[in-house]
Structure formats: structure tokens, C-alpha cells
């Protein structure tokens, strides 16, 4: 009698701890941080002498190299995510949790162009998004992220020809991909700009629990071969 009192209470308890749990689950997806329409890089010394000293496998092929802190202040705010950038080679690193990693390509282009935090995998951890151009005589951009809680990069695989891009929100947080304004071709330095959206031509989206980088076909049809 007792083990049948005892079953029929743990059953009807089932519901109240899932419901518990969920509602649990969904106050841990944190919000996306990215621009509305604009994003300001500005350089700062800070952090830069003990991150060169950490990263002695990078040599700048270029004498007198300048490496700036180039973290904005919505990630510094937000994640321990911390973004270095070399001035004259483009070179662009992240320091996170002590270890240094090279986030992108960069020969030929102006190496990472702007930043996004975002929780779109919903482990309640912000993933770092970030676009970058390069390019050995054609000019391409495309668009990473890093999962901390895998210690991973992953670039997604369709570029963007001629033209570089930036990662903006909505009012509703949704993380876009977005064309910029010709000015941004006018900066002097590739540490101390502002970058600009245009149009939007893509989304970064979770699908089928895969993170995906959709982008419009009319752009992806452009050749870079």
C-alpha cells in the first residue's frame, strides 16, 4: 500500500519539475548583443603587453607591429572574451579563459571587422561571432564564431565577394548579416574605425540544432573564383 502511495506521488510530481526545469532552461538563454546599425572599433593598450607575452608563437611579418586591444565594450561588459588585433598585418586573436587563439584568415583584407555576442545554441553560454575579410587579389568576407564551452571556431563556408559585412540585431534580437556603407572603405587605420550597415543580405540562425549562416542567394551567386 505505501510503495503505491509513494509511486502515485512521485508521478504526479513529474509535471511541477518539468515545468520547473523549462521554465528553468529558458531564463538561462541569454539575450544577443550586437549593433543596431553601427559599430565603433576603437584601439586601447590595455592587456597588451602581458597578451604578447602570452603569445610568442605569433611573429608579424611586418617590423614594428603594432597589437592593440580592440575589444568593444559590449563584450568586455558581457563575456571574458578578450580580442587583440595587429595594425599593420590584421592579424586578430582572442584571449579566453588564459589560453590565445588566432580567430581568422586576414592576408589581403582588413582582417576582423565586427563582433556580436549571441546564445543562439542555448547553453545559457554567449557563443563570440565576428566577420573578417582577406583575400589574395580578390577581396572576400566571411563569418565565424566561437563556442567556448567546446573550445571551438567554426567559419562558416559561403563568402562574400567584393564587399565586407557586418553583424547587427533587431529590435526583437535577431542576429542579421548586413552589407556596409562605402565610407568604410575611407578609414586610415584597421584598429580605429567605425563600420556601418547597409543591407541586410543574411541571418545567423539555429536549425535543426545546427548554428547556420543563411545568406542571400543573389550575393552567394557572385563568383570569387
Known amino acids: ?10 508521478f504526479s510530481c513529474i509535471p511541477f519539475v518539468l515545468s520547473a526545469y523549462s521554465s528553468y532552461s529558458a531564463k538561462t538563454v541569454l539575450d544577443t548583443i550586437a549593433a543596431e546599425s553601427e559599430m565603433t ?5 590595455a592587456q597588451v603587453s602581458e597578451f604578447e607575452a602570452q603569445n610568442k608563437t605569433y611573429c608579424s611579418p611586418f617590423i614594428d607591429d603594432a597589437c592593440y586591444n580592440i575589444t568593444p565594450n559590449f563584450i568586455a561588459n558581457n563575456s571574458d572574451f578578450t580580442i587583440f588585433k595587429y595594425e599593420a598585418s590584421n592579424a586578430s586573436f582572442l584571449l579566453y579563459d588564459d589560453e590565445v587563439y588566432l580567430i581568422d584568415d586576414h592576408m589581403g583584407g582588413f582582417g576582423i571587422t565586427s563582433m556580436a555576442l549571441a546564445d543562439l545554441n542555448k547553453d545559457g553560454r554567449y557563443e563570440l561571432y565576428y566577420t573578417f575579410s582577406w583575400g589574395s587579389g580578390i577581396h572576400r568576407s566571411q563569418i565565424g564564431y566561437f563556442d567556448p564551452k567546446r573550445r571551438k571556431f567554426t567559419v562558416f563556408d559561403d563568402a562574400v565577394p567584393f564587399s565586407d559585412i557586418i553583424l547587427t540585431m533587431d529590435t526583437d534580437r535577431n542576429l542579421y548579416i548586413n552589407s556596409v556603407t562605402p565610407d568604410f572603405y575611407d578609414h586610415v587605420s584597421d584598429v580605429d574605425f567605425t563600420i556601418k550597415a547597409q543591407e541586410q543580405i543574411g541571418a545567423i540562425v539555429l536549425e535543426h540544432n ?3 549562416a543563411k545568406l542571400d542567394s543573389d550575393i552567394l551567386e557572385q563568383t570569387i573564383n
Open 210 to 212: 545546427k548554428i547556420k
Open 1 to 10: 500500500m505505501n510503495t503505491t502511495k509513494n509511486a502515485i506521488f512521485i
Open 41 to 45: 572599433i576603437t584601439p586601447s593598450k
